[in-house]
């Protein structure tokens, strides 16, 4: 056989016959074909109906605009029929009717250039072309009436779907004698800016939409789309926009279902127009907590931003018991230096040692990343690294997130704990880091084991170290929830390990006899101090072989 010396796309006269399989919308998407298909025939509004007939329930919808002047552009797959203007502007598919494939529906409409009204029933098996269908004069002196069998799912979704389609159409809609609720699909925008044949609608709050959610409004028909969206740092407000299409030609949906939008560049350009428009609109603020990389996207867009809001955290040591950093008060005063991050036994020891002397020179704040590339956060001075010299025996020992104690240094007293601070000074040029000493009266070395038993618990021997205190420095710095099946709940866990920590706190400073005694007082108080009436009192004599209590009146 010879081939063909050229080709070209075309539809075989076959696809009708699949028409009832291409097109299988629902009801909201029915609606909206046919609403659109009123709009562009230039009605004024839409009135919907609910007819009994004797073959069942028909949903009439009619409209007051040009009608379909020739009957044969209806079934046309492909073929809109619609003047120049209406398709160089919307590029109708002539697919809108199609949506009703396989129905039941009944069309009469007003032909302008006839002068007279004309109908046509198409049954549910006449969609495919097999039958001819008749045209037959009818009484409509204007625009289009489609009437539908209803089934019955579709009834019980007719109220909702009706309310669905005419929130954000342009043209008033006529349900059951009211008109239904609409609403600009800019509402609640703090600006709106025109961009050839659109309006961008700019949203400021606390908003957060789903990939899922619409973003653009085609004359009522909202789709998802990729839109640009900018958070600021440490606010709970986020910057989005909405898209309201009014005229534009290169921005068209994908067909059949006109479910998203085509990848185009008119759709490019228009997600670039969005984000300057975000941008500007974040220049009229008095000021903006953006990141350095959004305030320079800003700067490549044309959009001149001031600096981020130079503020930071103030800066908290983490506990061992999570991951997430609690972040401190705003510091907007006063000189700040950017704490690095450490393990938490070294910050809580170092929170400690700070909150008794301030060598620095400005409060510790959190980095944040974010903020890298701006002047004000570049030139922060930056805590580097800390590190505890331990004194016993007239030895210095060294501890520090990559250095741990030998395996035979004992929990106790020592001579002296220092905290060494490296301290890079700021500026806009670098300088050499100077170190701080700082005395410290506790330290709690998890040595990367993270459990009491294989901690070393050391202190100041000659400070005044309260066992309360120690205790709860050895929590913050150790304890942390095991989600093993074969451990307890969180509360159960966290509140044997403070009973455990209170107890070698005790051991520690106060010796065994003590710790002993406040392991009593401990158990009598959670278990039976409470069981003794007001005007009571309660003695006890015990030791291993021999329990004697006496309840007397109270003194």
């Not at 994908?254 to 984000?275: D, I, Q, T, W, Y």
Request: contains cysteine; aromatic residues 8%; charged residues 25%.
């Amino acid at each position: 056989m010879s081939f063909p010396a050229t080709i070209r796309p075309e539809v075989g006269q076959s696809l009708i016959t699949k028409v009832s399989r291409l097109f299988n919308g629902t009801l909201g998407d029915v609606l909206q074909e046919l609403f659109q298909n009123s709009r562009r025939a230039g009605a004024r509004a839409i009135h919907v109906a609910i007819y009994n007939l004797p073959a069942g329930t028909a949903l009439s919808i009619y409209d007051d605009g040009c009608g379909i002047d020739d009957p044969a552009n209806l079934l046309k797959l492909g073929d809109s029929g619609w003047q120049q203007d209406i398709r160089a502007r919307e590029d109708p598919a002539g697919m809108g009717v199609f949506s009703l494939a396989g129905r039941d529906v009944l069309v009469r409409s007003w032909s302008r250039a006839a002068g007279r009204g004309w109908g046509v029933h198409i049954p549910a098996d006449g969609w495919e072309g097999a039958v001819p269908l008749a045209i037959e004069p009818c009484g409509i002196v204007r625009g289009t009436e489609i009437q539908i069998m209803l089934p019955a799912a579709w009834e019980e979704q007719l109220s909702s779907a009706l309310r669905l389609a005419a929130r954000y159409f342009p043209l008033p809609v006529h349900f059951e004698g009211a008109q239904l609720p609409c609403e600009d699909f800019l509402t609640g925008a703090g600006q709106i800016e025109e961009w050839e044949g659109c309006r961008i609608g700019i949203f400021h709050d606390g908003t957060t939409e789903a990939v899922h959610t619409p973003r653009i409004n085609f004359h009522g028909v909202t789709v998802a789309s990729r839109l640009p969206t900018l958070s600021e740092i440490e606010t709970p407000h986020n910057w989005r926009v909405r898209v309201d299409i009014v005229d534009a030609p290169a921005l068209q949906l994908v067909l059949p279902a006109r479910k998203e939008m085509v990848e185009n560049e008119a759709l490019s350009r228009l997600r670039e127009a969005a984000e300057i428009a975000l941008y500007r609109a974040i220049a009229r603020e008095k000021s903006h907590r953006l990141s350095y990389k959004a305030w320079a996207r800003a700067r490549d867009l044309g959009v001149a931003l001031p600096e981020a809001e130079p503020w930071l955290n103030a800066w908290t040591p983490t506990i061992a018991d999570t991951s997430n950093r609690y972040q401190g008060e705003a510091v907007r005063q006063g000189p700040m230096i950017i704490m690095s991050d450490h393990e938490p036994d070294i910050e809580q020891a170092l929170s400690r040692a700070l909150a008794k002397e301030t060598p620095l020179g400005g409060r510790l704040v959190h980095e944040n990343r974010d903020f890298e590339g701006y002047r004000w956060y570049d030139g922060l001075p930056r805590l580097l690294s800390c590190s505890f010299v331990v004194r016993r025996d007239g030895i210095l020992h060294r501890y520090a997130d990559d250095v741990a104690l030998a395996d035979d240094f004992d929990s106790g007293p020592v001579e002296e704990i220092t905290a060494e601070i490296l301290l890079r000074p700021g500026g806009p040029s670098p300088s050499e880091p100077t170190t701080y000493c700082v005395p410290a009266d506790m330290l709690v070395c998890s040595n990367a084991c993270w459990t009491i038993d294989e901690a070393t618990i050391l202190f100041d021997g000659e400070a005044d170290v309260q066992p309360d205190a120690l205790a709860d420095l050895m929590y913050a710095s150790l304890f942390c929830y095991s989600d093993d099946c074969e451990r307890d709940s969180w509360d159960t866990q966290s509140l044997a390990f403070e009973h455990e920590a209170r107890n070698l706190a005790n051991l520690l400073l106060l010796g065994e006899d003590e710790a002993l005694l406040a392991r009593l007082r401990e158990a009598v108080f959670e278990h039976v101090q409470w069981l003794i009436p007001n005007d009571r009192s309660l003695t006890i004599s015990v030791d291993r072989n021999r329990l004697s209590l006496s309840l007397d009146q109270a003194a």
